[in-house]
Structures are given as C-alpha cells and as structure tokens.
C-alpha cells in the first residue's frame, strides 16, 4: 500500500516476456488467459536454462559441486517464497506440484485422520474443482459432510451465510483469496477472524491470488495457504503449501520415499523434519529455480504496483466490455482481481473463444473447472478474460473490436 | 474480405449456422426406443439423443436435445435429418464415416443423405473443436449399442 506506485508503462513489462511477442493468425497476440496459465518472463526462462546447462544435480545428497549448486538453488528458491509470502519460518514452506497437490495434501494429511462422521468441511460455491473435490474424496473416506456457502448474483460470497455457517461441527475450512471464473476477491478477513474465534483452521486457495496481490500470509492469519508457480509467470509443476509450523508438525507425511526420512529400517522409520517430511522424492529441481527467478521478477516490479496497475486496467476492461451492445458480465462482485467472465447475445462460448482466436485474441471458454459454480447461474460456460500486468489498454480494446467481429458473424 | 473473415466463414458456414440458430427435431421423443446422451467434458456440454427404430430396424424417427456450441448443434440437426428413414446398419456405418471424414479423411465419401455433412468440413482446421462435431455421431453410436453409460468425446 505505501509503495509508491511505479509510473512505468505496461509496454515496458510486456518486453520482458518473450511468447507475448509473437503473431497468431497474423496478427499480434493478445494474451488475455493468464488465470489459465500466466507467461513467463525470459529471466524465468533464463534461470531453468542456466541452471540445467551449468548446475544440475540431485538435491539434498551428494556432496559434490553440482549436488551443492543445486541444493543452494532449489532451497535459495524456498527462502524467495518465504519472504515472498511473508511466512514466519522456511520450514513452513512446502514445495509441490501446485495448488491441487496442496489441497490434496492438506485433505489428506490434515484431515483424513482426525475427521469423524458428523463433522463438516466448509466451502464456497465459488471454487475450483481443485478446492472441491480433494475435500468430496476425503468426506467420503471418513463420514464428514461438505457444506457450501452461498454466493449472491453478482458472484460475492454471502458472508453473513457463510458466518452463519460456521459452527463447532467444522473440522476446517476451504475458500479461494480470488474466484478463477469470476476474479470474485473473498473476505477473506472476515472469515478467518470468525474461524479463528472457533480455533477453525483456514485453508486459501491462493492459485489467483498470489499472481495479482500483495500477500502476506502472518497478516491474513490463514493456517494453511496454497498456490501454483504457473499463474504467478513461473514454471508449470511448481507450487506451495504454505501450513503453520503448529498444524504441519502434527501431520504424518503423506508420501513416502526418498529425502522425507531421517533414518530408514524395517522396523521403524524416521521422518525427517519439516519441510522435508512433505517433499518425497527428487523434487522439480529446474522448476523451483524458475519459480525464484519469478519471484526475484515480481518482487522487482513490487506487488503492491501490479496490484494497483492492474486494478485500473480491470476496471478499464469492466466499462469497455459493458458498451458492447449484447454482453452479459457474469460475475459483477465490488471486489475483482484480473478474470472477468462474459456471455455476447447467444454465442456460445466456445464459437467465441475460435473467433477470438483467430484475431489474435487468446481467451478461456467453458466450465473454468468450476461446474458448480457455472450450475449457480444456470450456465453451461462462460468466456472469460483474465488480465496480468503485461497486459495494457490496447489489449482490452483488441477484445472488444474481436467481440464485434464476432457479432458479425453470428448476425 | 480479410483472411480472418474468410477463414471463419469456412468454419460457420451458412448451413451450419442455420442448423444451430433452428436446430431441426430439436426436443424429446416419447416414445423412443433407443435414447443416449452425448458428454464433452471439456466444455460441458451435453446432448441426449432419441431414435424411435421400428420393428423392422429403421430409424422412423429421431431427435436431440439439449446445449451445445453452434458446431456440436448443427452437427446434432444435421444427423438427425440425415439418420431418420435409415436402417439401423446403414447409421452405424454413418458413424464411421463421419468420424473418418472429419479426422480429415478425405477418402471417407459421403453418402447422398450425408451430403449436408461437407459443411462441417471447415471444422479440421480446428483440433479442438473436431469433438463438438462428433460428440452427436459418438451418442448415435452408443444409443444404437444400447450403452448404459454416456458416450464421451474423450
Ligand atoms: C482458484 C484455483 N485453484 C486451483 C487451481 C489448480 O491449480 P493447478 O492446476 O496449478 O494445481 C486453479 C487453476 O486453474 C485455480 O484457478
């Protein structure tokens, strides 16, 4: 917030991101589906392609020069996060495939041994199957109930439902910091204040958080927090599990192999400490280094910067696309970060999504692996537009001239 | 005309666009025989197809209902126009070829009730839309096959 906002242009940022300059179809890119995958800068590309060519080696085991260059990368990239989320301590950091391999691991791990028939995971109607169906899977191992707090039309959590909704019967709670098909930001505030009255743990499914906020994780007072390296211009097969030391402490590993133990033998087993008891196996060495260099990117720019340009620049997108003639915003909540889902006359999506296509314009259609939340409002799939800071004004004005094109063609 | 313009004029096609803004046999039929519902799990869309077959093995009649993007829709239409009055050995072989033809076989030649069919044609330039064209000819399959579970495009 007291950062001064950088005055630069968003030309200046969309330079460092070699795929953005290309043609599609003949014409220049619009890239306009970061919620879906966000592009990565060449200082990302750089660091993986440095890193395989002069330091590669296993992790964690080998005392020689490489093993040791990697080691410092991989756990280099671990502080980055740490400072990055502003985690108390490193060994709350753990390091996995992405959100869903997080959320999995928290159903799993967490949950799956203390939860008993009666008990209730809540969630919101606004998640992603990747905040859904890990606690659906873990419900029916144990007997707990999932509960679904409701949304309003504008796509805004009805946070006085959902208050209401947290009694002592929740075991934990699961909630987006930002809706992938809606770019509905939660309150989240609020209901972490309320859980924590409860002595409820919290899990924020970060994945669309972290690329377009300022997070803090200590400020937020969730428990446990969860994102993917890809959205936030890192490699694809990197993310974290950020989880209180207390919580993580108490959980049993939940793969086993190689790097999570201390001490192995047929009797008995050691786990090895935290982080390390959740990172079974060679780890994607190459691809933490990347999600550092993208950290290292965005933390040069500042958070606190990307948030206020691309605040404008949403809100830029909303008004524009609101004058074509036809359009249906679906997802209209006060607070909104980068997605905007939309429906022109009775296009279907996916005939929108080819004609956009071919004008250079990229953009998501269909369900946004969030069925539920598509059922809500009576929808089968929306197109959905999702800005990064690379992103400018002549983008947006690119998707509404391809809009018109479109109603051309379907006139 | 500009390349875009034309390109997307090969892919929505008048018929095509015809067919999806007044899909013909769209609705329910009563008293099917046969019924199967279609499934593109990427996108969600979902179709049911019905077909009354008679008791010497002709589709007397058929239909389909449900939602779908202008492609999966006119190719929905455009089946049930062209599989009613065939035996049901003939639309199984209307499955096939059609597959094959959209796969970009050329060689696949389309049966004179198959003609309209071409114009899905322009839909091979586009990987990922050559499911919403079959997703109907997958359902019509399974109807005729009596499967139990949904056919899929996956
Ligand atoms: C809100 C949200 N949660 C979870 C996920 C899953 O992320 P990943 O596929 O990287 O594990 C996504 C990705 O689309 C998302 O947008």
Same mark, same amino acid.
């Given at each position: ?6 005055? *630069? ?8 991101? $070699? ?16 919620? +879906?995958? @966000?592009?990565? $800068?060449? @200082? ?50 753990? #390091? ?6 997080? *959320?999995?691991?928290? +159903? ?94 919290? %899990? ?21 927090? @969860? ?40 009797? =008995? ?21 990347? %999600?550092? +260099? ?26 524009? #696309? ?18 905007? &889902? ?36 009576? %929808? ?5 537009? &999702? ?13 509404? @001239?391809?809009?018109? =094109? ?6 | ?81 062209? !599989? ?6 003939? /639309? ?5 070829? !059609? ?39 997958? /359902? ?15």
């Amino acid at each position: 917030m007291g950062a001064p906002v950088r005055t *630069i242009a968003a030309a200046d940022w969309r330079a460092d991101f $070699p795929a953005l300059n290309q043609s599609v179809h003949g014409q220049p890119l619009v890239y306009l589906d970061s919620a +879906a995958s @966000a592009q990565q $800068p060449g @200082a990302v590309i750089d660091a993986v392609a440095r890193y395989q060519r002069e330091d590669h080696a296993n992790v964690h085991r080998g005392v020689h020069t490489l093993s040791q260059r990697a080691t410092e990368a991989y756990e280099g990239a671990r502080d980055k996060v740490r400072e990055f989320i502003n985690a108390g301590s490193r060994t709350e950091v753990v #390091l996995t495939s992405g959100t869903t391999e997080a *959320i999995n691991l928290v +159903a799993q791990s967490f949950c799956r041994p203390r939860l008993a028939p009666g008990d209730k995971i809540l969630i919101t109607h606004l998640e992603h199957h990747a905040n859904i169906v890990p606690w659906q899977l873990v419900c029916e191992q144990t007997g707990a109930e999932l509960v679904v707090a409701p949304i309003n039309d504008k796509g805004e959590v009805e946070l006085d439902r959902m208050l209401e909704l947290i009694d002592d019967k929740v075991f934990l709670i699961g909630i987006a910091h930002v809706a992938n098909a809606l770019g509905t930001v939660c309150p989240l505030d609020e209901v972490i204040e309320q859980a924590r009255q409860r002595g409820i743990p919290v %899990l924020v499914d970060g994945a669309q958080g972290v690329p377009h906020l300022d997070v803090d994780v200590q400020a937020l007072g969730c428990d446990f927090y @969860a994102f993917s390296g890809h959205k936030m211009f890192g490699p694809t097969g990197t993310g974290v599990l950020y989880g209180r030391e207390e919580l993580l402490e108490s959980m049993p590993p939940w793969q086993g192999g190689g790097d999570m133990i201390l001490e192995v033998s047929f009797e =008995k087993t050691i786990y090895n400490e935290l982080p390390y008891k959740f990172e079974a196996g060679t780890p994607n060495i190459s691809g933490v280094v990347g %999600l550092g +260099a993208a950290i290292d990117y965005l933390q040069a720019i500042g958070m606190a910067n990307i948030a206020s340009y691309e605040q404008e620049l949403h809100d830029y997108m909303v008004a524009e #696309l609101q004058k074509v003639e036809g359009i249906r915003l679906i997802g209209e909540a006060r607070h909104k970060a980068s997605a905007q &889902s939309f429906l022109l006359d009775d296009i279907h999506s996916h005939d929108l999504g080819t004609i956009l296509d071919h004008q250079g314009v990229a953009i998501r259609t269909g369900h946004h692996c969030a069925m539920p939340l598509m059922q809500r409002f009576g %929808l089968s799939g929306t197109a959905r537009a &999702s800005l990064a800071f690379y992103n400018n004004r002549d983008d947006v004005d690119r998707l509404v @001239a391809a809009l018109g =094109k479109a109603k051309e063609i379907f006139a | 005309m500009t390349a875009t313009a034309r390109d997307m004029q090969d892919l929505y096609r008048e018929l095509v666009l015809d067919h999806s803004r007044n899909p013909r046999h769209f609705g329910r039929l009563e008293d099917a025989t046969h019924t199967a519902d279609g499934i593109n799990p990427l996108c969600g869309d979902k179709l049911r197809l019905y077909l009354r077959v008679d008791d010497a093995g002709n589709i007397e009649s058929s239909s389909f209902e449900g939602s779908g993007c202008a492609i999966s829709v006119a190719s929905a239409s455009l089946l049930t126009d062209a !599989v009613t009055g065939l035996p049901v050995e003939q /639309a199984r072989r209307c499955c096939a070829t !059609v597959a094959e033809r959209l796969a970009g076989d050329e060689s696949a030649e389309l049966a004179s009730n198959l003609e309209k069919l071409r114009a899905l044609d322009g839909v091979r330039q586009y990987p990922s839309r050559i499911k919403c064209a079959t997703l109907a000819w997958h /359902a019509l399959r399974s109807a005729l096959n009596h499967d139990a579970v949904p056919a899929t495009t996956e």
